[in-house]
């Protein structure tokens, strides 16, 4: 009979050994995919950064502005949320309704107290995150 016990309590813990395992390479492939993902926003963000940088050459040398109105400018919009923490969240997620002007949420095709059509013309697009 223990021969038994054993035999069960063998496979038993073959078993969950093989569900550990399975579990390690589920884990495994799930961070290889986030590194992946990292990298790639990390190129995203390097291209990014190279098409503001020349379009900021090709802005000061046909306006005569400098990098210290840039950094005000920046400042400025950065305030636009009423902190200066590098990110402008203000106005995130809301519209106004071009027809009576109340205050809509993003997502909206139409104003939930007139009925008239919405439309987001912003230029730039954020999702606050």
Do not use: P
């Not at 090709?58 to 400025?76: A, F, R």
């Not at 636009?80 to 205050?103: F, H, Y």
């Not at 809509?104 to 013309?121: A, N, P």
């Amino acid at each position: 009979m223990s021969d038994l016990v054993s035999l069960a309590v063998g496979i038993a813990a073959h078993r969950r050994i093989n569900t550990l395992k399975s579990d390690m390479r589920a884990q495994k492939l799930s961070v290889d995919e986030s590194e992946l993902s990292a990298v790639s926003m990390r190129q995203d963000i390097e291209k990014l950064y190279m098409l503001v940088e020349a379009l900021w050459c090709i802005v000061k040398e046909t306006s005569g502005l400098g990098d210290e109105e840039l950094i005000e400018l920046v400042k400025q919009i950065d305030m636009q949320d009423g902190k200066l923490d590098g990110r402008n969240s203000a106005n995130a997620g809301i519209l106004r309704c071009s027809n009576c002007g109340r205050t809509i949420l993003k997502g909206q095709s139409k104003c939930i107290y007139c009925g008239g059509e919405v439309k987001d013309e912003s230029l730039f697009r954020h999702n606050g995150k």
